[in-house]
Nanobody, 122 residues
Framework: QAQLVESGGGLVQRGSSLRLSCSTSGGTFDRHTMGWFRQAPAKEREFVAGIRGSDGSPFYRDSVKGRFTISRDSVRNTMYLQMISLKPEDTAVYYC???????????????WGRGTQVIVSS
């Protein structure tokens, strides 16, 4: 049974950095598109960053470009989201997901983790 488990969230101050990890097991996701999404209270889940299975190229939502970096380590079966210059508006539960197509639509992703909380104080 495929599982995705996020870790690395926490409470940090504005301008700080965090690195989220998404560990996968029970399946092979090397060829999948992997993505990070987030959901703030009373808001819909939104795309943050993705990485293509075909060539490992990343894609981001505009508001995180230049601050967030997505990467994956196929040997460790782990995906990362390095976040710098964090802002209060980055506060959310962050989820990792895996899917078979390249998309920002969360409904197209087939596998999900349970999330890790990120809180950025001002």
């Amino acid at each position: 049974q495929a599982q995705l488990v996020e870790s690395g969230g926490g409470l940090v101050q504005r301008g700080s950095s965090l690195r989220l990890s998404c560990s996968t097991s029970g399946g092979t996701f090397d060829r999948h598109t992997m993505g990070w999404f987030r959901q703030a209270p009373a808001k819909e889940r939104e795309f943050v960053a993705g990485i293509r299975g075909s060539d490992g190229s990343p894609f981001y939502r505009d508001s995180v470009k230049g601050r967030f970096t997505i990467s994956r380590d196929s040997v460790r079966n782990t995906m990362y989201l390095q976040m710098i210059s964090l802002k209060p508006e980055d506060t959310a539960v962050y989820y990792c997901a895996a899917g078979t197509i390249v998309t920002e639509d969360p409904q197209e992703y087939d596998y999900w983790g349970r999330g890790t909380q990120v809180i950025v104080s001002s």
